[in-house]
C-alpha cells in the first residue's frame, strides 16, 4: 500500500496527515514547517523519511467539518512557481485518432492549463467562461514533480484531477484547443508516493439539482494509456522552460471516455463527483459559469 500524504492549514499553521480520512472521522494531524515535507520526499527513501519527520511531534486532533481547516493541493508552493499542464488524446479507446506523420511515431500533444494557483480543491467550484460551447469533465492521474536547483525534475508521487475544458471550441477548430483548456482544474489532495498507478478506475457521476443526471466509469491508470508514461514525461521536460529550479510541475496523463461521449451537456450549477475507487480518493466539483468581462 503507498504512503499517502496530505497538507493542511489550521488556525494559522501547517500540519501533514498520513492516509485518508474516511468522512465523518475526526482528522488526525501532524505540525511540519514549511518546506521540510518538501525535503522529505526529495530524500532517497521518501516514506521512511515521512514517517520520521509526522513521529517528531504530537498529533493534533481536529473535529470532521471544521471551518478553520483547510486542505491543500500537494506540494503547492505559497511563493514559487508552479504550472499545470498535460496531454490530449492519450489513451487506447483513442487510438484511432493517434497519429504520426511522415512515417515516424507519434508524439504525446502537450497542452498548458493553468498555474498551480489556479487549482481547486475539492469542495471548492470549477469557474468556466460564461458561454461555454461543450464542456467536458476528464477523470486524470497527476503526476507531481519538483525541479531540483539543478533544473533536474524530481517525481514525487501521483494524485487525481478533473481537468475540466472546452471540448466544444476543440471540435470547432483544434486551434481552439488552448482557450478551451483555461478552465479551473479540480485536484484531490492527496499525494500518493510511488510510481504512477498501472490502474486507477472508479466512476464519475454528474449531479443536477441534488439527483444523479448522468455517471459512468473510467480507467485512467498507465495501462490504459496508448503512450507510455516515460514517454510523456521525456516529452514533457525535453523543453528547458519546463525544467527552470524550483519549478512544481502538476502534470495531466489524459483521461478516457467521459460524459460528452455519452452525448451529455454539463450545465452551470451541474456538480461533478468523481469516485476513484481504486484508490479513496473523491473529488466533488460544482461548475460555475463566470460572468463576461472586459478589460477595455
Same mark, same amino acid.
Given at each position: 500500500?503507498? =504512503?499517502?500524504?496530505?497538507?493542511?492549514?489550521? @488556525?494559522?499553521?501547517?500540519?501533514?496527515?498520513?492516509?485518508?480520512?474516511?468522512?465523518?472521522?475526526? *482528522?488526525?494531524?501532524?505540525?511540519?514547517?514549511?518546506?521540510?515535507?518538501?525535503?522529505?520526499?526529495?530524500?532517497?527513501?521518501?516514506?521512511?523519511?515521512?514517517?520520521?519527520?509526522?513521529?517528531?511531534?504530537?498529533?493534533? =486532533?481536529?473535529?470532521?467539518?471544521?471551518?478553520?481547516?483547510?486542505?491543500?493541493?500537494?506540494?503547492?508552493?505559497?511563493?514559487?512557481?508552479? #504550472?499545470?499542464?498535460?496531454?490530449?488524446?492519450?489513451?487506447?479507446?483513442?487510438?484511432?485518432?493517434?497519429?504520426?506523420?511522415?512515417?515516424?511515431?507519434?508524439?504525446?500533444?502537450?497542452?498548458?492549463?493553468?498555474?498551480?494557483?489556479?487549482?481547486?480543491?475539492?469542495?471548492? $467550484?470549477?469557474?468556466?467562461?460564461?458561454?461555454?460551447?461543450? +464542456?467536458?469533465?476528464?477523470?486524470?492521474?497527476?503526476?507531481?514533480?519538483?525541479?531540483?536547483?539543478?533544473?533536474?525534475?524530481?517525481?514525487?508521487? %501521483?494524485?487525481?484531477?478533473?481537468? +475540466?475544458?472546452?471540448?466544444? +471550441?476543440? @471540435?470547432?477548430?483544434?486551434? %481552439?484547443? $488552448?482557450?478551451?483548456? #483555461?478552465?479551473?482544474?479540480?485536484?484531490?489532495?492527496?499525494?500518493?508516493?510511488?510510481?504512477?498507478?498501472?490502474?486507477?478506475?472508479?466512476?464519475?457521476?454528474?449531479? &443536477?439539482?441534488? *439527483?444523479?443526471?448522468?455517471?459512468?466509469?473510467?480507467?485512467?491508470?498507465?495501462?490504459?494509456?496508448?503512450? &507510455?508514461?516515460?514517454?510523456?514525461?521525456? @516529452?514533457?521536460?525535453?523543453?528547458?522552460?519546463?525544467?527552470?529550479?524550483?519549478?512544481?510541475?502538476?502534470?495531466?496523463?489524459?483521461?478516457?471516455?467521459?460524459?460528452?461521449?455519452?452525448?451529455?451537456?454539463?450545465?452551470?450549477?451541474? @456538480?461533478?463527483?468523481?469516485?476513484?475507487?481504486?484508490?479513496?480518493?473523491?473529488?466533488?466539483? =460544482?461548475?460555475?459559469?463566470?460572468?463576461?468581462?472586459?478589460?477595455?
Amino acid at each position: 500500500m503507498s =504512503t499517502i500524504v496530505s497538507e493542511y492549514e489550521y @488556525r494559522g499553521r501547517r500540519y501533514v496527515s498520513l492516509g485518508i480520512t474516511a468522512p465523518g472521522e475526526p *482528522q488526525s494531524l501532524h505540525p511540519v514547517a514549511e518546506g521540510r515535507l518538501l525535503a522529505a520526499l526529495l530524500s532517497p527513501d521518501a516514506p521512511a523519511a515521512v514517517a520520521a519527520l509526522t513521529a517528531e511531534t504530537e498529533p493534533v =486532533t481536529v473535529t470532521a467539518g471544521d471551518p478553520a481547516l483547510q486542505a491543500l493541493p500537494p506540494l503547492l508552493p505559497t511563493t514559487g512557481p508552479s #504550472l499545470v499542464s498535460g496531454f490530449l488524446g492519450t489513451h487506447k479507446s483513442k487510438a484511432d485518432a493517434i497519429v504520426g506523420h511522415d512515417g515516424q511515431p507519434p508524439l504525446p500533444k502537450w497542452f498548458f492549463k493553468g498555474l498551480g494557483s489556479w487549482l481547486r480543491r475539492p469542495g471548492q $467550484p470549477l469557474v468556466v467562461p460564461a458561454e461555454p460551447v461543450i +464542456l467536458v469533465e476528464e477523470p486524470e492521474v497527476v503526476l507531481v514533480f519538483v525541479n531540483d536547483e539543478a533544473g533536474a525534475p524530481r517525481y514525487l508521487g %501521483y494524485t487525481f484531477g478533473n481537468d +475540466l475544458c472546452d471540448i466544444g +471550441l476543440h @471540435r470547432i477548430d483544434p486551434g %481552439y484547443t $488552448p482557450s478551451g483548456k #483555461l478552465c479551473d482544474t479540480g485536484l484531490a489532495t492527496h499525494l500518493f508516493l510511488g510510481e504512477p498507478p498501472r490502474s486507477a478506475t472508479g466512476r464519475t457521476v454528474i449531479e &443536477r439539482d441534488g *439527483q444523479a443526471v448522468w455517471e459512468g466509469k473510467f480507467d485512467c491508470g498507465a495501462d490504459a494509456l496508448f503512450f &507510455r508514461v516515460s514517454d510523456l514525461v521525456d @516529452r514533457l521536460f525535453s523543453f528547458p522552460a519546463l525544467r527552470r529550479p524550483g519549478l512544481v510541475n502538476y502534470v495531466l496523463t489524459g483521461a478516457d471516455r467521459s460524459s460528452f461521449h455519452d452525448g451529455f451537456r454539463i450545465a452551470d450549477g451541474d @456538480r461533478i463527483v468523481i469516485d476513484v475507487a481504486s484508490h479513496g480518493a473523491v473529488l466533488a466539483n =460544482t461548475v460555475r459559469f463566470g460572468g463576461g468581462a472586459s478589460a477595455f
